[in-house]
């Protein structure tokens, strides 16, 4: 059975910062990886930011790029997102993914999701 569970999630002002976390099952297929997505209303699902197991292949949207940083800790199957310089435009729900690489990441198996909100 695949687990997800996200943390992390809560309410910041502009400019402020936040770590989720999302601990998650032991990947043992080739090409495994880990994702950040996110839904902000009224706005398609995108993702964030994803990281292979091995941790050599790693994504991040331009638009967060300096600001957010993708990390795992294999010991705890365990990836964060820290998040700093958070803005308004950074609200959403933030999913946890899990997937794999092909020729790009292919998500598969979702978490709950956690609320951030970003206000000023």
């Known amino acids: 059975e695949v687990q997800l569970a996200e943390s992390g999630g809560g309410s910041v002002r502009t400019g402020g910062s936040l770590r989720l976390s999302c601990v998650h099952s032991e990947l043992t297929y080739d090409g495994s990886a880990i994702g950040w997505f996110r839904r902000a209303p009224g706005k398609e699902r995108e993702a964030v930011a994803t990281i292979s197991n091995d941790g050599t292949t790693n994504y991040v949207v331009d638009s967060v790029k300096g600001r957010f940083t993708i990390s795992r800790d294999n010991a705890k199957n365990t990836v964060s997102l820290q998040m700093n310089s958070l803005k308004a435009e950074d609200t959403a729900v933030y999913y946890c993914?899990?997937?794999?690489?092909?020729?790009?990441?292919?998500?598969?198996?979702w978490g709950q999701g956690t609320q951030v909100t970003v206000s000023s």
């Open positions: 993914n899990q997937g794999i690489y092909i020729s790009s990441y292919v998500p598969v198996y």
